[in-house]
């Protein structure tokens, strides 16, 4: 179930100092989750709490937070009989597979963690997950969309799933952007991605979908996640006439590459996957962010039920942090452990992993369940955007 707004009272005494926002390493507890000998319910959250992308690492981490202290403000949760109150567990992967592996073991290492929410980015996640795994930690990503992240995931020692997704993949997202290029009337396409698993990934999507469609793909280029110069890349494509141009990255480096292509004086209509749909990409970019188009993997938060409160809760608990695209999901992957747990009966990670199969729960983003063979989530969708005075408006959706 959902939870009413916190009292500000209730606020205040769930408060703590998000360290993370600092962009620390180290493990950081949420001060005043759980009371000195309660029975506690740890969940790791592991995403890039500095670096680039800090800005959409925190989002996952805050939503994950937001949703912890409003369970142990509702009294926490009921486990065989007995009161425990949850604990978030925060770790900066910095969207590194290398860290992300570091910290993915320091994770593994504490036995008394019961499940993670985690990673942000594709590529790390797929690198931990094989640690988690080993430790029998079931796994909820909020955010990797690469297919792999699911396919290639390792399985519990009784071949049991151990790692779910919370949005639609990138099987799903590229091609949506594809047919509404089509749609705009888009004939040929460039395509420029960042060389990570996510956006090269996300880029091979798009082209595969565009050639099924007819659409011409001039170009395919790769720069990488650190590129600050995109001009030689941006004046091949604007001599090739592309009608369109296709991103396939994170937001800052969309910024970048969406200025430099305004810059040039490139009037391709922009097409950028869903973590460029964020207001930190329309700080960044200005002026040139308007009218680009951008895919979400899931409903969008101004379309949900419940997101205006959401909204309302999340950046009167952060001050100053808006929220982004994935804050909701986070939220849903707590409360969707924390059914995993009363199912369970148990903090044991084992007996949650193997609570996963079947279960259910409504969130933010509304009911949850999942196949229980590949940790896809159901009925997921790809909604379209576009950006529009300085606000990302929904155009179209796409199942």
């Not at 592996?101 to 997950?129: E, F, L, P």
């Not at 940790?375 to 969708?381: A, H, I, L, N, P």
Request: charged fraction near 25%; glycine fraction near 10%; aromatic fraction near 6%.
């Amino acid at each position: 179930m959902l939870f009413n707004k916190l009292s500000l009272a209730a606020a205040v005494a769930a408060a703590f100092s998000l360290a993370a926002c600092g962009g620390a390493k180290d493990e950081k507890k949420a001060e005043g989750s759980a009371a000195a000998g309660a029975n506690v319910i740890k969940i790791a959250s592991v995403s890039p709490l500095s670096g680039g992308t800090a800005n959409a690492g925190k989002d996952n981490q805050a939503g994950a937070q937001l949703a912890v202290e409003e369970v142990n403000a509702k009294g926490g949760v009921e486990v065989a009989g007995k009161k425990y109150m949850l604990e978030l567990i925060s770790e900066d992967d910095g969207a590194d597979p290398k860290q992300g592996t570091i910290v993915a073991q320091k994770i593994a290492d504490d036995k008394n963690i019961s499940a993670v929410i985690g990673h942000y980015n594709s590529g790390v996640t797929m690198a931990a997950q094989p640690i988690y795994a080993k430790a029998g930690l079931v796994a909820i990503t909020p955010s990797a969309t690469n297919p792999d992240v699911t396919v290639k995931a390792s399985k519990s020692e009784s071949g049991g799933t151990l790692m779910y997704r919370m949005v639609a993949h990138d099987g799903m997202q590229g091609p949506a952007l594809a047919v509404y290029a089509q749609k705009k009337g888009v004939k040929t396409i460039a395509i420029v991605d960042d060389a990570t698993t996510y956006g090269k990934g996300m880029a091979d999507q798009v082209e595969k979908k565009a050639k099924e469609l007819g659409l011409t793909v001039v170009s395919h280029d790769a720069a990488t996640d650190k590129t600050t110069d995109f001009k030689n890349i941006l004046t091949k494509i604007k001599g090739a006439g592309a009608d369109a141009v296709m991103w396939g990255g994170l937001d800052d480096t969309a910024a970048t590459f969406s200025k430099q292509a305004r810059e040039l004086g490139l009037k391709s209509l922009l097409l950028m996957p869903d973590a460029v749909c964020t207001d930190n990409y329309i700080s960044l970019a200005g002026e040139a962010a308007e009218g680009t188009i951008c895919s979400v993997t899931g409903v969008p938060l101004a379309e949900m039920k419940e997101g205006a409160s959401f909204k309302e809760r999340f950046e009167k608990r952060f001050a100053g942090q808006k929220v982004q695209g994935f804050a909701p999901f986070a939220y849903d992957a707590v409360l969707t452990l924390v059914e995993a747990v009363k199912k369970a009966g148990s903090t044991e990670p084992a007996k949650v992993a193997a609570a996963m199969k079947g279960i259910t729960a409504t969130g933010l983003s509304g009911p949850i369940s999942f196949d229980d063979a590949t940790g896809e989530r159901k009925d997921t969708m790809i909604t379209i955007q576009e950006e529009k005075n300085k606000a990302f408006v929904t155009v179209d959706k796409i199942k």
